[in-house]
């Protein structure tokens, strides 16, 4: 790792342990591994949020020299993704049937398109840039919220326990353009909120399928294993939470 | 009457919300044009990611892909060529493409306005305009996309080239190897080589057969040597 992503990395945790930006802590339990094996996710996301990194990352793989904006939905092959926790715990899942989607709204309004592609997921990962938080694009007639919308028309069509976690990439470039990470902290930990409360507002009734939002970088891999890693935990912890409320409705 | 209605499908190189597309002169979202809910499944915007992949980056600004819906909301159909255009903002390969509304028994033609279309796409249009309008045989992109012009409706959905990839099914004609773009054999092509296979296995088999019955058929007696006879 380069000097400059290591101590973007280090920024990265302290900015992660500052109030109102990284809420769940619960331990990966061997409940949680078992919950997370065979799961099938879904990707999607507005154009160039990271998606085809992700896939990468998800892969173990680097970003292929030719990268491509997504021009049709494409199978992607099985892949087994392998997550090393803090406590040398392996945590090892099967991807099938992931469909790679461009992100331009054509693609989320087709019928071959961002429907089709979440029907059968038990996680929808939605994918935006730290931009789009810090430039508000989560509020009314913007493209995030747009987003948002569509994702209310769609839930009641996706399977019945299906859960979204939003992950907000590109922190790295946030971290490298500050100097007052403090004042990024803040400003991070506001537009956060924000957005949890827009997105709990524009997604009632189903406001407890959203299991959060989580800061991550997919260029830089240890911002990436880390956040994933908190990703897997807050994910398994909303379905916990929400479990019992959903067996008794 | 010529009902062919054309627009090019511009690159998103800035990485906006919406696909851009333009019929010559005016620039507009895609979407007022063709309504994302009437695509049928498994319509493409520019080259499928599979294909520049197995081309290498040297190779991929080559690449000629084109579909063809026949039998599109009612009885029109919807063709689309695109080819690589160059990188985005963030360095990622984006598509320039042309997409044809046409009629049925209506064919693509390749004699379209692009001196509308921004300065960075004009190029990209031309050149492509060129290939296709060129009857150059060794550049076989374009070649493929002409066959494809020229198929029988029948074969329902259908690509220039194979797709193993794709969410949904086509029909092609080529496919894409290590040595190049190669025609794919023809069913009656199949059928021949097929047929001669069973052809040499049943030979084969006639041939063990017949040695095995004269092996165990009796054998007439076979008397060898020389007789003399002699006058006298």
Redesign the interface.
């Known amino acids: 790792m380069t000097p400059l992503g290591l101590k973007t990395f280090r920024i990265f945790l302290l900015l992660a342990s500052a109030p109102g930006i990284e809420r769940h802590l619960t331990r990966l339990v061997k409940a949680a591994l078992d919950w997370w094996s065979g799961k099938k996710i879904a990707v999607i996301g507005p154009t160039a949020s990271g998606k085809d990194s992700f896939l990468a990352r998800l892969q173990n793989r680097e970003i292929p020299p030719v990268h491509a904006n997504s021009a049709m939905g494409e199978k992607v092959k099985s892949f087994p993704v392998k997550l090393t926790l803090s406590n040398h715990r392996v945590i090892a899942i099967t991807c099938k049937g992931v469909i790679n989607i461009g992100g331009e709204t054509d693609y989320r309004d087709a019928p071959s398109g961002w429907l089709a592609v979440c029907k059968g997921a038990d996680v929808v990962f939605y994918i935006m840039t730290v931009s789009d938080l810090s430039r508000k694009k989560f509020r009314k007639g913007r493209r995030i919220r747009q987003d948002l919308d569509w994702l209310l028309t769609a839930l009641p069509h996706l399977k019945p326990d299906a859960l979204l976690h939003i992950l907000i990439n590109k922190i790295d470039t946030q971290i490298e353009s500050h100097t007052d990470y403090q004042l990024l902290a803040q400003e991070l930990a506001h537009d956060l909120a924000e957005l949890d409360r827009t997105v709990r507002t524009v997604l009632h009734p189903y406001e407890a399928r959203y299991t959060g939002a989580t800061l991550i970088s997919m260029k830089n891999k240890q911002i990436y294993t880390r956040a994933i890693n908190s990703v897997f935990r807050a994910v398994y912890s909303a379905f916990q939470e929400t479990a019992p409320s959903q067996k008794a409705g | 009457m010529i009902a062919m209605q054309a627009y090019w499908i511009l690159?998103?190189r800035n990485?906006?919300?919406?696909?851009l597309a333009s019929d010559g002169g005016k620039i507009v979202p895609?979407?007022q044009i063709l309504e994302?809910?009437l695509?049928p499944?498994?319509?493409?915007?520019?080259?499928?990611?599979?294909l520049?992949?197995k081309?290498?980056?040297e190779q991929?600004a080559q690449v000629m892909f084109a579909q063809r819906f026949p039998q599109w909301n009612g009885n029109r159909q919807l063709f689309l060529v695109?080819t690589?255009a160059g990188l985005?903002v963030?360095?990622?390969?984006?598509?320039l493409g042309v997409l044809f509304i046409l009629e049925p028994g209506e064919s693509p033609s390749f004699e379209l306005p692009c001196a509308g279309l921004p300065e960075q796409e004009r190029s990209h249009a031309r050149a492509l305009l060129r290939r296709m309008r060129s009857a150059r045989r060794d550049d076989t992109w374009p070649q493929s996309v002409r066959e494809l012009c020229e198929l029988a409706p029948r074969y329902g959905p259908a690509t220039n080239v194979e797709l193993q990839?794709?969410?949904?099914p086509f029909h092609s004609l080529y496919e894409l190897g290590p040595s190049g773009l190669t025609r794919k054999p023809t069913a009656w092509g199949k059928a021949r080589k097929r047929s001669m296979w069973a052809l040499l296995v049943l030979a084969a088999i006639g041939i063990w057969c017949a040695e095995r019955a004269c092996q165990h058929a009796p054998r007439p007696l076979v008397l060898s040597g020389a007789s003399t006879c002699r006058f006298s």
């Open positions: 690159p998103n990485q906006g919300d919406d696909v895609l979407r994302p809910r695509r499944e498994g319509f493409s915007h520019g080259v499928p990611s599979e520049l992949e081309c290498g980056a991929s695109a690589p985005d963030s360095g990622r390969v984006v598509h990839r794709s969410v949904v």
